[in-house]
């Protein structure tokens, strides 16, 4: 809450009560504290160099816009039909901006920090920069005789959360200064004006955070990249295939060393037993940009074979182009030498159960094994699989196999379309989602092989190895790609002063207006991931189209309509799936069912169902909640827009399986609320 004086018209105040009634307002007295002055131009002369408030102008005219900006006070306000969002949007900027900068003050002889704290900054003193932990924005004083010593610690220092601003009361000394050449990425003058100084801060947070944005990002692909390195075997190649990175695990299954491996490719480690044509699908699959999966055999250094469940991941830049391949593995060899051994004994002879018996008694004493009736229902555990589950056999024995999976298995009813497909004889090769008998989810990487023992008895053998450790790390492959197009989204809105809940909320409206359509789960999951970079064009529109205050000429209106096409040609030539959908979503959620919309007044079902859901999620976040430019709509003043503008803006369908079901949108605008 801040204490703001007037000194204006009543019509204006009343205007300006309606927008900042969260703050103290007050009729202008000479010679009290304010945070802030709205003044009328004709009133200037008299408080200009009377205050050390922050003062705002209104303004009629250019004349008189022109006589402020001779006294830089750079915050002026139009009287005209915007004049209650002009002060809404200037004061959500000046306030409510730097709520979550941290601020630090670093000089060893202090001479500028009253200067500072005059400007209603809370800032911390920094007595050593070496020891400060957080991320921040500090000001180096460098008005001081011995400057260049602050500087040096500066230079020397490593915490890359901190944002360097020098401070100082002469520009003089920063013409011919290359501060960046001491880690200083801005600096600022304490002789401007309150107004020119939060203008030039507002700038210098902008920056901070988008700089700090990037971090986050970069920060969760190092920590992916440490989960992997502990715990699957990993390896990278570039574009050509020759091996530029490998991790420890790799080098200790495989028996060479890194400085062996490095600069070769996968061929020292290929088994003769693999067929060419594998590889061949492998490369071919991987260039296209998609991800392939499979089981290879190699060969170990000396002599020995060894196998590998194998996800090989295309790498692509930000030019849609492939950079480099990613291949993560887990050990899965004592379960394919077994199924080699048992495939070969039964082979030879197919009648002979004695050799399934040996066979299945040295494969149980290294694998997990269940064994299933023609319903598959469990009539046989062994002790790795009831280690693995924490199932006692005979809480197992008896009981239906779903007993063991997960949620989404029986969901989508995959018991049963395995059964189906084990009555048929066909082998199954899949990884089961399981959950332990106290609940927790674990991974089976499973191959099932169907017998007839008897013309009325047929059994399934079920051969699992545990591969939570490999899914595992695919997560989080899988949640920082989430993470990134979030980080994405957010640098988005933040350029124009969005929150990041709004495109949490965006991404949420749209998965279960998805659901509510009919969408399939996956088609719903990927809308969820791409509604977040709907806006990521407004990162080319200038900050004084994107943040005017007011209403947009017929230029700058040309100019904000680029956006979509600035997000289709951003993403339009990824090689991702995600990136190529986020680019539909970009190029059309602005477009109308009426054909009204823009950039390509495409119309009806033209329209890619995916931008016809994220235009209603869109429109509803943004009149339902509080922006810098407006406050919140009620609720039933957005469902009478909404009415009106079926079949015009918006598919009517939609409409009616948004507005028949708004308590789902109303719950998720209150869980993720500013």
Not at 154 to 181: C, H, L
Not at 649 to 665: E, G, R, Y
Request: hydrophobic share 35%; net charge neutral.
């Amino acid at each position: 809450m801040k204490r703001i004086g007037l000194k204006t018209t009543k019509n204006r105040k009343e205007i300006i009560s309606k927008y900042l009634k969260s703050h103290i307002l007050e009729e202008f007295v000479d010679g009290n504290n304010y945070d802030f002055i709205i003044v009328d131009y004709i009133y200037i002369d008299s408080i200009y160099k009377k205050t050390n408030s922050q003062i705002v102008v209104v303004v009629e005219n250019e004349n008189q816009k022109k006589e402020i900006l001779k006294l830089k006070l750079y915050d002026i306000i139009y009287d005209d039909d915007f004049f209650g969002l002009s002060i809404n949007n200037l004061f959500y900027q000046k306030i409510k901006h730097y709520k979550n900068t941290k601020f630090g003050y670093y000089n060893p002889e202090e001479n500028n920090i009253h200067n500072l704290k005059k400007f209603n900054i809370d800032v911390e003193v920094i007595d050593n920069i070496n020891s400060i932990k957080d991320s921040m924005i500090v000001f180096v004083d460098i008005d001081i005789k011995d400057k260049y010593k602050v500087l040096e610690k500066t230079q020397s220092n490593t915490n890359t959360g901190i944002f360097f601003v020098a401070i100082t009361k002469d520009d003089g000394f920063f013409r011919t200064f290359e501060f960046y050449r001491f880690n200083i990425q801005k600096k600022i003058n304490l002789n401007y004006c309150q107004n020119h100084f939060y203008i030039e801060l507002n700038n210098i947070v902008s920056m901070y955070s988008n700089i700090q944005g990037k971090k986050e990002v970069l920060n969760l692909l190092l920590e992916y990249k440490d989960a992997l390195d502990k715990s699957a075997i990993v390896s990278k190649t570039d574009e050509k295939g020759k091996i530029i990175y490998v991790n420890d695990l790799f080098c200790s299954i495989s028996g060479y060393s890194k400085k062996e491996l490095i600069g070769s490719n996968h061929n020292i480690i290929r088994h003769p037993d693999m067929n060419d044509s594998i590889f061949k699908e492998m490369w071919s699959t991987i260039k296209s940009g998609k991800e392939w999966s499979g089981v290879i055999k190699n060969k170990r250094k000396d002599g020995r074979s060894y196998y590998v469940k194998t996800n090989v991941i295309p790498i692509i830049n930000t030019n849609g182009k492939i950079k480099e391949f990613i291949a993560i593995r887990t050990d899965v060899s004592e379960r394919e030498f077994y199924r080699e051994i048992l495939e070969e004994k039964l082979e030879a002879s197919n009648n002979d159960l004695k050799y399934l018996a040996q066979y299945e008694k040295a494969i149980s004493e290294f694998i997990a094994v269940i064994k299933t009736d023609e319903n598959n229902v469990i009539t046989y555990v062994n002790d790795n699989f009831c280690n693995i589950s924490g199932y006692k056999k005979e809480e197992l024995i008896g009981e239906s196999c779903k007993i063991l999976r997960g949620n989404e298995h029986i969901k989508n009813g995959d018991c049963d379309l395995i059964l189906d497909k084990l009555k048929k004889k066909e082998n199954i090769d899949i990884v089961f989602e399981n959950k332990t008998k106290d609940g927790k989810r674990y991974f089976m990487d499973t191959k099932i092989f169907p017998f007839t023992i008897t013309k009325k008895h047929d059994e399934n053998l079920h051969l699992m190895h545990d591969v939570t450790i490999l899914k595992d790390a695919s997560l989080v492959l899988e949640e920082t790609q989430k993470d990134i197009i979030y980080k994405l989204g957010e640098i988005g809105e933040l350029r124009s002063k969005e929150t990041a809940n709004h495109v949490r909320r965006v991404a949420h409206y749209s998965k279960e207006l998805g659901r509510l359509y009919g969408l399939t789960s996956n088609i719903c999951n990927l809308l969820f991931l791409i509604a977040p970079i709907h806006d990521i064009g407004k990162v080319g529109i200038p900050d004084k189209v994107l943040n005017k205050n007011g209403k947009l000429s017929d230029d700058e209106r040309f100019i904000m309509q680029k956006h979509p096409n600035i997000g289709y040609e951003l993403l339009k030539d990824s090689k991702q799936p995600i990136l190529k959908a986020g680019a539909i979503v970009a190029h059309q959620h602005h477009e109308k069912w009426d054909g009204t919309g823009y950039p390509r007044g495409l119309s009806g079902e033209d329209i890619h169902i995916y931008g016809r859901i994220v235009a209603i999620a869109d429109v509803y976040d943004a009149l339902s909640c509080e922006r810098i430019y407006k406050k919140a709509w009620e609720e039933e003043r957005i469902v009478e827009l909404f009415k009106n503008e079926k079949g015009r803006h918006f598919d009517p369908k939609l409409i009616d399986l948004f507005l028949n079901n708004l308590h789902i949108f109303r719950e998720i605008k209150e869980k993720f609320k500013d």
